[in-house]
């Protein structure tokens, strides 16, 4: 059973850092070699993070099963991860092409957590961070919508929509947003993400997040974002990861005292 468990929580992670990382972020050169001045701005956000997995195997394997069905010997297996923290943001300044350079860490009260890492992100979701340092799915929402130029109403067409297509030979990734309502500045914002890799073990993303992100301060103050995931493996094994994730703001060290 212990190998059964240990199974599960591997394939949780896997995908729960794909499934929240831009198209652009894996691959990507990395930021390490940028220069890291005084912060000029530091962010708190609460999270919590809740992910779900279920493996359908056909055929005989090695491993029990939480539920077993005779017909066609169909496996289950499931597993879940929850946890609950604070993300902590160092804004360190600007880049020529208008990336943010940031340095951002996690402290969850059971697993989430990670040491501090240098990341660049941009106006279009994309982001780059070191690749030598573990950076949660959870963080890497919150990185996306951190860039000053993410949420521009001005362009924006009639419908108060945009669409971002990043789509290449390996897979089709497109963002669509529209802008709900205005209130105080805040803007509420809707995004659908979808993300499809081609290929002989095909996998598909599916993304909807609500967002509340303040056009003064040029930050998100608040983030709910869900994910299904779907992985169709070879050997008959299809995963299926749903993820929950939460961010609010809870201090500013720039916000009006």
Same mark, same amino acid.
């Given at each position: 059973?212990?190998?059964?468990?240990?199974?599960?929580?591997? *394939?949780?992670?896997?995908?729960?850092?794909?499934?929240?990382?831009?198209?652009?972020?894996?691959?990507?050169?990395?930021?390490?070699?940028?220069?890291?001045?005084?912060?000029?701005?530091?962010?708190? /956000?609460?999270?919590?993070?809740?992910?779900?997995?279920? *493996?359908?195997?056909?055929?005989?394997?090695? /491993?029990?099963?939480?539920?077993?069905?005779?017909?066609?010997?169909?496996?289950?297996?499931?597993?879940?991860?929850?946890?609950?923290?604070?993300?902590?943001?160092?804004?360190?300044?600007?880049?020529?092409?208008?990336?943010?350079?940031?340095?951002?860490?996690?402290?969850?009260?059971?697993?989430?957590?990670?040491?501090?890492?240098?990341?660049? #992100?941009?106006?279009?979701?994309?982001?780059?961070?070191?690749?030598?340092?573990?950076?949660?799915?959870?963080?890497?929402?919150?990185?996306?919508? *951190?860039?000053?130029?993410?949420?521009?109403?001005?362009?924006?067409?009639?419908?108060?929509?945009?669409?971002?297509?990043?789509?290449?030979?390996?897979?089709?990734?497109?963002?669509? /947003?529209?802008?709900?309502?205005?209130?105080?500045?805040?803007?509420?914002?809707?995004?659908?993400?979808?993300?499809?890799?081609?290929?002989?073990?095909?996998? #598909?993303?599916?993304?909807? #997040?609500?967002?509340?992100?303040?056009?003064?301060?040029?930050?998100?103050?608040?983030?709910?974002? /869900?994910?299904?995931?779907?992985?169709?493996?070879?050997?008959?094994?299809?995963?299926?990861?749903?993820?929950?994730?939460?961010?609010?703001?809870?201090?500013?060290?720039?916000?009006?005292?």
């Amino acid at each position: 059973m212990r190998n059964h468990f240990h199974r599960i929580a591997t *394939l949780l992670a896997v995908p729960a850092i794909f499934a929240g990382a831009p198209a652009s972020a894996m691959g990507a050169d990395s930021p390490a070699a940028a220069s890291s001045p005084a912060p000029s701005r530091h962010l708190v /956000y609460s999270f919590t993070y809740s992910s779900n997995g279920d *493996l359908e195997s056909h055929g005989s394997n090695g /491993y029990a099963s939480d539920t077993h069905s005779g017909a066609g010997d169909t496996r289950d297996y499931r597993g879940s991860i929850d946890d609950r923290g604070t993300i902590s943001v160092d804004a360190v300044g600007l880049q020529p092409d208008g990336g943010l350079v940031v340095k951002i860490s996690e402290h969850g009260q059971n697993t989430r957590s990670s040491d501090t890492v240098l990341c660049v #992100t941009y106006g279009n979701t994309n982001t780059i961070c070191d690749p030598n340092k573990q950076v949660n799915s959870e963080e890497l929402t919150l990185l996306r919508f *951190l860039a000053p130029s993410f949420a521009d109403p001005a362009a924006t067409d009639g419908m108060k929509q945009w669409k971002v297509d990043q789509s290449d030979a390996d897979a089709t990734r497109t963002a669509d /947003y529209a802008l709900r309502s205005t209130a105080n500045g805040v803007m509420q914002i809707d995004e659908r993400r979808v993300m499809r890799q081609h290929g002989g073990n095909p996998a #598909t993303t599916d993304i909807s #997040t609500q967002l509340a992100w303040d056009s003064a301060r040029k930050v998100p103050v608040s983030v709910e974002e /869900y994910v299904t995931r779907r992985d169709a493996a070879m050997g008959g094994q299809n995963m299926t990861t749903t993820l929950q994730t939460t961010l609010k703001l809870v201090s500013d060290s720039m916000a009006k005292q």
